[in-house]
């Protein structure tokens, strides 16, 4: 198994996480009163992502930005989102582990590369409206309490 393969199998993993516990209010959230979208915002951006790299893996190249989360206010809407966009990447890696060539190779690096660029600004949105995280998530990023 690639590096990127495990270590995007584990962003994603980490990603959802952050979205399980959450209150729905906490989907509205803004990056306390710095210019930002919400939280819903940057959950529809994860999916949007994964969305669209996932068809840029099939094609070898990139297709554009699609996003099927419409309700990114609706925390059952991201959970399935979220959950459809992960399962979608990880049959792909599943499916072509041995067929991993250096355009999906780079096209895997890019979408770890946007998943864990999202985990920085979620830290931020959660520090800022006093969220707690994960055990997991804060364990892979050593926030303390």
């Known amino acids: 198994m690639s590096i990127i393969v495990e270590r995007l199998r584990r962003a994603v993993d980490l990603t959802d996480g952050l979205a399980a516990d959450l209150l729905p209010s906490a989907l509205m959230a803004?990056?306390?009163a710095a210019r930002s979208n919400t939280i819903g915002g940057q959950f529809w951006c994860v999916v949007g992502a994964r969305e669209s790299y996932a068809r840029a893996f099939d094609a070898r190249a990139w297709q554009g930005f699609t996003c099927s989360l419409t309700e990114p206010a609706s925390l059952?809407?991201?959970?399935?989102?979220?959950?459809?966009?992960r399962d979608d990447i990880l049959v792909r890696l599943s499916a072509a582990e041995a067929a991993i060539d250096p355009?999906?190779?780079a096209i895997l690096a890019d979408l770890l590369e946007h998943e864990v660029q999202h985990h920085g600004q979620l830290?931020?949105?959660?520090?800022?409206?006093d969220l707690s995280f994960p055990t997991s998530f804060a364990a892979r990023y050593a926030l303390g309490a």
Do not use: E
Request: avoid cysteine.
């Open 123 to 129: 830290i931020r949105f959660f520090y800022a409206n």
């Open 30 to 32: 803004h990056n306390g």
């Open 76 to 85: 059952p809407s991201v959970h399935a989102a979220l959950a459809s966009s």
């Open 103 to 105: 355009a999906r190779d």
